[in-house]
């Protein structure tokens, strides 16, 4: 809406500038006519014909650039008006593509519950020592579903060995570093899950420490 009212502003002002110009050249020549065919006229009159003339001409130009004043004001205006609504158009489209992305994101999280309870049931069938199909059918479920979560975008975290990122991991626990530097994340007590990036649920780690003995 405001960048149709500075156009229209921009075309009403060159508008008067084009009708005042003509104006002004009419004048002009009819001034000359009459002072070229009307012999009977003193030189007074003819001099208070020039001095009105240049008197409106001049007149005129400090209404032209009084309005190429308002023209560049106004170009300014425009111009802040495009950029200002560019940024809105891209502010607008972000919010959109992050909606879409994260749009899941709740439902994403308690998903993530069901696909621990598959994990730990399958855990406890192997250790049990149910039946080899039994076990085939919760692992290939485990595995489906894990390749569902990566077509989406949910992935699930691989903290072991790596660094503490608050961002990501949650310390649960300290385990005495056997065979890993402290401060690195020696364990894994529950899975973290990232959704395009963007942590959903921190990962609960442990984290080796020195000890005495070592």
């Known amino acids: 809406m405001l960048v149709q009212v500075l156009e229209y502003a921009l075309y009403s002002t060159f508008r008067f500038l084009f009708h005042s110009s003509s104006r002004t050249g009419f004048s ?65 489209q972000k919010f959109v593509e992050d909606a879409k992305l994260f749009g899941i994101q709740s439902f994403c999280r308690d998903l993530v519950e069901v696909a621990d309870l598959l994990e730990q049931t399958t855990g406890h069938v192997e250790e049990g020592g149910e039946t080899t199909s039994l076990t085939q059918n919760l692992a290939q479920i485990q595995c489906r579903l894990q390749e569902v979560f990566t077509k989406h975008g949910l992935e699930k975290m691989s903290p072991v060995g790596s660094t503490y990122d608050p961002y990501q991991h949650e310390i649960v626990c300290h385990t005495p570093a056997e065979g890993v530097e402290p401060g690195i994340i020696a364990v894994v007590k529950q899975d973290g899950y990232m959704l395009h990036g963007r942590t959903i649920r921190h990962a609960h780690v442990g984290i080796a ?4 003995e070592s």
């Open 28 to 92: 002009s020549t009819a001034a000359e006519q009459r002072s070229r065919g009307d012999d009977c006229h003193n030189d007074d009159g003819d001099d208070d014909d020039r001095r009105h003339t240049v008197t409106h001409v001049r007149m005129l130009e400090m209404r032209a650039s009084k309005l190429e004043e308002q023209i560049q004001d106004l170009t300014e205006r425009y111009k802040r008006a495009l950029s200002d609504s560019d940024n809105v158009r891209r502010r607008t």
């Open 209 to 212: 420490v020195k000890t005495q």
